[in-house]
Nanobody
């Protein structure tokens, strides 16, 4: 069993920055890709960013490319999402997820993740 706990969400003005963290329990964290997804009110969950098991390979949604950075610290069992130049449309609940395939690469498909956190709210005021 893996537990993922997100933190770092909050209220920020447009143009500001936030850093989300996702702490994972268990010993399996370092061998798996990790991803961030988000869901705005009334919308479907969408992919934001993912990082491969080693931290070298990353993958971003076009909407956040150049503004968000995903990285991980395997020694701390934690994955981060640094969000800069935030926009009103970034407002959503952000979820982290663990890849389901050992040493798998980063993916934007929700079905390739087997554990999800409870989410953290990010609100960007315009």
């Amino acid at each position: 069993q893996v537990q993922l706990v997100e933190s770092g969400g909050g209220l920020v003005q447009a143009g500001g920055s936030l850093r989300l963290s996702c702490a994972a329990s268990g010993r399996t964290f370092s061998g798996y890709a990790m991803g961030w997804f988000r869901q705005a009110a009334g919308k479907d969950r969408e992919f934001v960013a993912a990082v491969g098991w080693s931290g070298v390979v990353t993958y971003y949604a076009d909407s956040v490319k150049g503004r968000f950075t995903i990285f991980r610290d395997n020694a701390k069992n934690t994955v981060y999402l640094q969000m800069n130049s935030l926009k009103f449309e970034d407002t959503a609940v952000y979820y982290c997820a663990k890849g389901g395939v050992r040493t798998g690469g980063p993916s934007g498909r929700p079905g390739e993740y087997d554990y999800w956190g409870q989410g953290t709210q990010v609100t960007v005021s315009s």
